[in-house]
């Protein structure tokens, strides 16, 4: 399963680590939320929220169940591959990477939505 973790624009700007794999989204491939979570946090995400915004709230969300899960990389229910998104935040970095299991990080520049 993947599990999706989209950030919250905290403070008016978001993570980017393009070496890490961080960006606007990270999906995780996890046999429960509980194994995303810890991959998630193994890659630099954080679920505390401490030193975010207090306004703005925190910058990630856990995964609280299983059934979140999607079978293939999503982004709001959309596999990756032909996702959209509204406004590009990262302008040409990648808007998300997928992080599989077996290790493998891969990158993914998505397509402004046509109106």
């Known amino acids: 399963m993947f599990f999706t973790f989209n950030q919250n624009n905290s403070g008016g700007g978001f993570d980017f680590d393009e070496a890490r794999g961080i960006s606007e989204y990270v999906i995780v491939e996890a046999a429960s939320a509980e194994e995303a979570n810890e991959g998630a946090e193994n890659v630099g995400l954080y679920f505390d ?3 975010d915004c207090s306004c703005c709230g925190s910058r990630w969300s856990a995964q609280w169940s299983d059934e979140d899960g999607d079978d293939v990389p999503s982004i709001y229910g959309e596999p990756v591959e032909t996702a959209t998104v509204y406004i590009k935040w990262m302008g040409d970095a990648p808007d998300a990477f997928v992080h599989y299991a077996d290790g493998r990080i891969v990158a993914h520049c ?5 109106y």
């Not at 998505?110 to 046509?114: E, K």
């Open 49 to 51: 929220g401490d030193d």
């Open 110 to 114: 998505l397509p402004r939505t046509q």
